[in-house]
């Protein structure tokens, strides 16, 4: 596989990466850049609430979140949101409703979606690696 270029991350990845999973952790030695969306620091956050340790899962989405390049939706990205959203009702694929922002921001910023989900395969313009 190529070298992964600039890779927007996936909640699903980065909770591999949180796992330490070493395919992982290889992949993100060879991109050229990292982003976060803040969409996925919202699933984290929600899932370090409700886990079994929450300050410590918590904390370590803070000190993760710190660290990351995080981008942000904007006007602009509701406008790739809406053109992603209503292509996918159109053809009967609906996916979850984050990871239509996720997609958005993906393809707002030309990045490469590194995630675990196949259902990003159904939306057009957005290139995406299986990291597994």
């Keep these: 596989m190529p070298p992964a270029g600039r ?9 591999a990466l949180f ?3 070493a395919a992982v952790l ?7 850049a990292v982003y976060v969306p803040a969409v996925a620091l919202g699933e984290l956050y ?7 340790r929450p300050a410590e899962n918590v904390a370590r989405v803070a000190e993760f979140a710190t660290a990351a390049l995080v981008l942000a939706c904007d ?7 809406g053109e992603i959203k209503a ?4 053809r009967g694929t609906p996916i979850p409703e984050n990871d239509v922002w996720i997609a958005a921001l993906a393809r707002q910023h030309d990045l490469t979606l590194a995630t675990r989900d196949a259902h990003f395969g159904h939306i057009d313009g957005v290139r995406v690696v299986g990291w597994t």
């Design 87 to 90: 292509a996918l009702r159109a």
């Design 75 to 81: 006007a602009p990205t509701a406008a790739v949101y």
């Design 26 to 32: 290889t992949e993100l030695g060879s991109a050229e």
């Design 19 to 21: 796992a330490g999973e």
């Design 46 to 52: 929600y899932g370090a609430r409700k886990s079994g």
């Design 7 to 15: 890779v927007l991350l996936d909640t699903n990845v980065i909770i």
